[in-house]
């Protein structure tokens, strides 16, 4: 077995969508409409076109508990995923020269240095370079 696919639950796709890949930029890989207010909509990394795909997943505006849990996550300060990143540093500025908003400046760790930003669609997200 192997990852093809993971998800990041989403509050709004389109605004995710936006933010990930103007933002972030990521690539749109897949984008399926599934119902009035629903797609299947991937992204993946400019790096690895065929690797990992993330769904922008709609489950908060669907499923009450996983609205729940993404926001428990957000107000804990917790990341609810980790990018990896070759300098955290680097993208820390690019980021903020977006606008992109940090709750965790970057910060070494041991053997890696971190970062947390919010994605503007109820997650904390943590990017992490190896040092």
């Known amino acids: 077995m192997k990852v093809k696919v993971t998800s990041i639950p989403v509050q709004d796709q389109e605004k995710a969508l936006l933010f990930y890949t103007e933002k972030l930029g990521f690539l749109r890989k897949t984008d399926v409409q599934l119902s009035e207010h629903s ?3 991937t992204i993946v990394s400019k790096e690895e076109q065929d690797g990992v795909e993330i769904l922008l997943e709609p489950a908060p505006n669907h499923f009450e508990p996983a609205k729940v849990y993404q926001k428990a996550l957000f107000d804990a300060g917790i990341p609810y995923t980790q990018l990896n990143s070759d300098n955290v540093q680097q993208d820390y500025e690019r980021l ?3 606008g992109v908003e940090f709750s965790v400046k970057p910060t070494e760790m041991g053997t ?3 970062a947390v930003f919010n994605d503007t669609c109820g997650n ?3 990017i992490v370079e190896m040092l």
């Open 39 to 41: 797609r299947w909509l």
């Open 96 to 98: 903020i020269n977006l």
């Open 112 to 114: 890696v240095k971190i």
């Open 124 to 126: 904390n997200i943590q």
